[in-house]
């Protein structure tokens, strides 16, 4: 029988098997699992290499293996949270043989990236689903300005023998990149037309009680007149 494994020279001239396609044909799958990952890595022979951040996301993968036993590389993102990468990772190496192949792992809840426009450079952010705002059409100078802002309600007020005015808006925000930590996080913006106000998930809910209060005083007053 013909023997397929790989194999090198001793300095002596003596056959030796390649090493990491030995090791690999005497692992478990809990081996896999359990082994160090840095020696589990060592020992197939495979390498991390990082990728920038949506390389990979906009494809909907979260790690991509490519190569065999013995000569193979493993891309992540940069940005991809330790706590993840682990499992990414030994994922990966459960499916690796000593045939060359290339696969991929899903991320399980990929990132909405969406492009923005910065100076003259076109970047991917992290956007929130419920972002509306075209980060390429409203390029900014700097990261730091660019903001996500969701579609906005508007409060209209009727005026007598006049076309209604807006009065009020309020829609969803928030600065990721600003240097304004309170403001990085998401949170509703109210707008009068000369201010605006922020306000926490908390405020918000607090606001929308204190309006159906105030509407139901409105609505009394106008009931009290009604002919
Ligand atoms: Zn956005």
Redesign the pocket.
């Known amino acids: 029988m013909q023997n397929t494994v790989p194999a090198s020279f001793k300095p002596s001239g003596a056959l030796i098997p390649e090493q990491p396609t030995e090791a690999w044909r005497s692992m478990t799958t809990g081996d896999v699992s359990t082994t160090p990952i840095n020696e589990l890595l060592n020992t197939l022979g495979v390498r991390i290499v990082e990728v920038e951040p949506g390389d990979l996301a906009t494809d909907g993968i979260a790690g991509y293996f490519s190569g065999r036993v013995g000569d193979g590389e493993i891309q992540i993102e940069r940005t991809l949270p330790q706590a993840d990468r682990e499992s990414v990772v030994r994922e990966l190496l459960a499916r690796i043989t000593p045939t060359d192949q290339q696969y991929s792992k899903k991320a399980t809840t990929p990132a909405r990236l ?1 492009p923005a426009k910065v100076r003259e450079g076109r970047i991917y ?1 992290e ?2 689903a419920w ?1 509306t ?1 075209d ?1 390429v059409y409203d390029g900014e100078t700097a990261l730091i300005d660019v903001y ?1 802002s969701g579609d906005p309600v508007d409060l209209m007020v009727p005026h007598l023998g006049e076309d209604a005015q807006p009065l009020v808006h309020v829609r969803l925000n928030a600065d990721t990149f600003a240097t304004d930590v309170p403001l990085q996080a998401p949170m509703l913006v109210v707008d009068d037309e000369t201010d605006t106000f922020h306000m926490s998930p908390e405020q918000g809910l607090k606001f929308a009680d204190d309006l159906i209060a105030f509407a139901e005083q409105v609505r009394a007053m106008a009931t009290r007149i009604a002919r």
């Open positions: 969406r952010i956007c929130p972002c705002k980060h996500h």
